[in-house]
């Protein structure tokens, strides 16, 4: 029987940024009703969407000693009440052999993850339901069934599958691992690390372990934890020994990632289709979910389940043998109603789809005879294909069809010998190496209580404090792999010798040497005295807190407050003593200015790092432009990313989209640096045509003159996106135009004397504006134009291109006017508006001084001394080839959330 995906969504509480911004909340519940208000106040009536749950976890509760939250108001959901309603169902599911999946979904920072996993006292389901699963197998616990209960747990990051649970050192395929597909097991990922477990302890070590490999990728990759989808699949197997049967069930616990929030990306029309693609795996499992409830509703729809990793890893969970639950998350906050609408109209969506889960119950035995059978077959094709009979194949198709078999016989002899490996021995194996870590585990718990040490910060708070590198007594240096220091760090802008760091009878001393470090957000270059609770930034991506248990027990006699150090507020601090930090009162959108500049600054440190990695004489910096100097009087305040190119000396302005695609295509690029191949000029992401328009500057016209009729000429300051001059603007005004464009200034002033503004209401009238010329421009400038906007014209007024820097533009714009156009409100915009007028640019691509490449440069590139129309060398791959051949898979981390 057919039963629909139960689906509950869940409000979170405002977070400290929304709360100091007095956020006003949008989202109301009644009883499983979620109830959504536009804060803008155009529709009439709120929109309501009827679910199995609406979870209230937004307020009516305090923390308690252990710091969980703990309920004190009745409507308040819990974690302890999200599992009974939730967690229970599917651990009985699994008893009576039906595969469960539970998905969450929702935009970054809407508690997905604490939902799904928890942290510190506050345990997710997976936690939870783990716990609760071996208490149950005490509890009924049977003579004659053998009970078998195995762990995997990966992550899908830019369409790549990774295994979480192997070894630090051991390194996988780089494309990940490969997704494979049987009649009898439907899609699975080939070579996962699949783990007995025999306890609650053994999952928790086990997804420990987890946790850690996603800290070290994300540091490596500056990659932030919203990015990746996390599965983590329990396998509870229940053999009856004298019925020679077997029930069994898949438990898949996924972690989607974050949704991106379009509107407050500024993603919009081409963007918002190419943030679609980019983020690949939720496009399609959107895609999924909307042919599947079209689907139940009779209509024809088609679903490729093929098209992402994700989506075929979830086609049980979604349209075959499984009991299903999504959980969708959403904030309260009212900046965040068009993602919220968008949340739960997915949601609502989703709780019309029908799976047919069956009981997985099999005999024992049966197992292995299919197993055998299919390797059978694949030996008789390999001794067919060795025996010369091909079909009508060429030798290269036919070495690949064997090799291809041999891995397939191999892959089952491993299947057959491990079913036959008695699930005792397969325990005690795995069992050993839990204990042996467990060991470990409590030597390190023991270290961190005695050294001081550094532990590592991350945004999602269960990936925090996996990391630690203890000081002990001594020097200690601080570097990459290369010259295997005391304490190894990984990631871009880690140096060889890149920091000492040493202990001096407890005194615990820093001190840079090759390498950027910033302590509490400012950099230092010389030794430093770090201190209990110090934000250490080694490079770009490693972000660490300083901890010293001594200082700590001294501070806990005195009876001071321990400072709470969060992700957040490190970040916070590095954008303030960069400059970046957007005081209250100075602009409008304060608020969101903020996130933008914190999501945006560690990815412009790691493009920066890449730059220098790779040679590229390039910098780059987050600015702040605001409405008046982009020509926008009342505008917002807008952040963009400045690139500074070293060698020829120029600059372009970057929005927050397009840095984002850049940044994304730099770290393919890193990430394959150990393969040689060399790329276009134009496909160069740290390369910007010559041609490109750049915003030079903005000058101010007056228009007051021309309400009392009076002409005027003056060389007005062109000031940059910093309000700094950088060259003059020469222009003319003069009114009434005539045949001659306009009344001798003699004629004119007479005339303007005996008017004032409001007198030429209803009368003809005219006008003429002249550009002379633009003038000290910098040298860089080889072209040159100015555009504006008159009045209520809704497009720009553009002059021709002339040569710059000294460019004669020689513009003129005569407008004449009947009495019915001059109005009191044109009057008020002549008496009270200036004429801004934007001044843009090409810029010369000569080089000012040569390029600084460094020796270790590992990408060969073309851009910086190849001409345009350069091919690559042979048997290289241009980045638009490797982008064809990877799809949209290959930016999928871009969007930053």
């Known amino acids: 029987m057919a039963d629909n995906i139960k689906v509950a969504v869940r409000v979170r509480p405002f977070s400290d940024r929304e709360k100091n911004a007095n956020a006003a909340r949008v989202v109301a519940m009644q009883g499983n009703t979620t109830v959504l208000h536009d804060p803008s106040g155009q529709a009439l009536e709120p929109r309501r969407f009827n679910f199995d749950h609406s979870y209230w976890s937004h307020d009516g509760f305090k923390e308690d000693k252990n710091g969980y939250y703990v309920p004190v108001a009745p409507q308040y959901a819990d974690q302890v009440r999200v599992f009974n309603d939730l967690g229970r169902d599917m651990l009985s599911n699994a008893w009576e052999g039906y595969n469960c999946s539970i998905f969450a979904y929702g935009q970054t920072g809407s508690g997905k993850s604490y939902s799904i996993m928890g942290y510190a006292g506050n345990k997710g389901i997976v936690p939870r339901m783990c716990e609760e699963l071996f208490l149950q197998l005490e509890q009924n616990r049977k003579e004659g069934v053998e009970y078998q209960v195995t762990f995997s747990m990966l992550e899908i990051y830019n369409e790549q599958v990774r295994d979480l649970l192997t070894k630090a050192k051991a390194k996988g395929p780089k494309d990940g691992l490969k997704i494979r597909e049987t009649q009898n097991k439907g899609f699975y990922v080939e070579h996962l690390t699949v783990v007995p477990v025999g306890s609650y302890k053994d999952i928790q070590l086990r997804m420990d372990d987890g946790n850690k490999n996603r800290t070290l990728a994300a540091t490596n990759m500056n990659d932030r934890s919203s990015r990746a989808h996390t599965i983590v699949t329990v396998h509870f197997a229940q053999n009856y020994i004298k019925e020679n049967i077997t029930k069994h069930a898949y438990i898949n616990l996924v972690d989607l990632a974050g949704s991106e929030r379009a509107k407050q990306t500024g993603a919009q029309g081409d963007r918002l289709e190419e943030s679609k693609n980019i983020n690949k795996s939720l496009s399609e499992l959107g895609n999924i979910i909307k042919g599947l409830h079209d689907k139940a509703l009779g209509k024809k729809a088609q679903l490729n389940f093929r098209n992402s990793k994700l989506t075929m890893l979830l086609k049980n969970a979604l349209g075959g043998n499984s009991k299903t639950i999504m959980i969708a998350a959403i904030s309260p906050a009212a900046e965040n109603y068009d993602q919220t609408l968008s949340t739960l109209r997915y949601a609502d969506r989703a709780k019309s789809i029908k799976t047919a889960a069956k009981v997985n119950e099999s005999e024992t035995d049966k197992l292995i005879r299919e197993l055998i059978s299919e390797k059978e077959r694949l030996l008789k094709e390999l001794s067919d294909a060795k025996a010369g009979i091909t079909s009508g194949y060429t030798e290269m198709d036919m070495q690949r069809i064997k090799a291809e078999q041999e891995e397939e016989i191999r892959k089952y002899q491993e299947e057959i010998k491990d079913i036959q490996t008695t699930w005792e021995k397969r325990l005690a194996e795995a069992r050993h190496d839990v204990e042996s870590r467990l060991v470990q585990e409590i030597k390190e718990e023991k270290e961190r209580k005695l050294f001081p040490h550094f532990y590592n910060l991350n945004e999602d708070p269960a990936l925090v404090a996996k990391i630690v590198h203890l000081v002990k007594a001594g020097m200690a240096r601080i570097g990459s792999s290369v010259s295997h220091p005391e304490i190894t760090l990984n990631g871009r802008s880690i140096v060889k010798d890149h920091a000492t760091v040493e202990n001096l009878k407890g005194k615990i001393f820093l001190k840079p040497e090759k390498g950027r470090v910033l302590i509490n957000g400012k950099e230092v270059t010389e030794e430093r005295r770090l201190k209990h609770l110090d934000r250490v930034l080694f490079g770009s991506t490693n972000l660490f807190v300083f901890h010293h248990p001594k200082e700590e027990e001294r501070q806990i006699e005195q009876g001071k407050k321990p400072i709470k150090i969060t992700y957040e507020f490190a970040i916070e601090e590095i954008a303030k003593h960069a400059g970046k930090a957007a005081e209250t009162g100075e602009i409008d959108n304060v608020v969101l200015l903020k996130e933008e500049i914190l999501s945006l600054l560690p990815l412009v440190e790691d493009a920066n790092a890449i730059a220098q990695d790779l040679g590229k004489d390039v910098q780059f910096e987050v600015v702040l432009i605001s409405g008046a100097v982009r020509g926008k009087e009342n505008g917002p305040t807008e952040v963009f990313v400045k690139m500074h190119n070293h060698q020829n000396d120029n600059e372009f302005l970057w929005d927050k989209n397009k840095f984002l695609d850049r940044q994304c295509m730099m770290q393919q690029i890193y990430d394959e640096a150990e393969e040689v191949y060399s790329m276009y000029k134009d496909e160069d992401p740290f390369w910007e045509p010559p041609d490109t328009p750049v915003f030079i500057g903005l000058a101010s016209i007056p228009l007051i003159p021309l309400a009392y009729k009076r002409s005027y000429k003056e060389k007005l300051p062109i000031r940059d996106h910093e309000a700094a001059q950088i060259g003059f603007l020469e222009v003319e005004l003069r009114p009434r135009a005539g045949e001659d464009g306009g009344l001798s200034d003699e004629d004119a002033q007479m005339e303007e004397a005996q008017q004032e503004p409001e007198d030429l209401v209803g009368r003809d009238t005219g006008f003429r504006i002249k550009f002379v010329k633009a003038m000290n421009l910098p040298i860089k400038y080889t072209k040159v134009w100015c555009q504006f906007k008159?009045?209520?014209?809704?497009?720009?007024?553009?002059?021709?291109?002339?040569?710059?820097?000294?460019?004669?533009?020689?513009?003129?714009?005569?407008?004449?006017?009947?009495?019915?156009?001059?109005?009191?409100?044109?009057?008020?915009?002549?008496?009270?508006?200036?004429l801004m007028i934007e001044v843009w640019g090409h810029q010369s691509d000569v080089p000012v001084r040569p390029a600084t490449r460094r020796p270790k440069t590992a990408v060969p590139q073309s851009s910086a001394t190849n001409e345009h129309s350069a091919a690559p060398q042979a048997g290289m791959n241009t980045l638009k080839e490797r982008h064809n051949l990877l799809g949209t898979q290959t930016s999928e981390a871009c969007v930053v959330q």
């Open 790 to 834: 008159f009045y209520k014209s809704k497009k720009y007024t553009k002059t021709k291109v002339v040569d710059g820097p000294q460019a004669k533009l020689n513009y003129k714009k005569t407008y004449k006017l009947d009495g019915k156009e001059v109005t009191h409100e044109f009057i008020h915009y002549l008496k009270e508006t200036s």
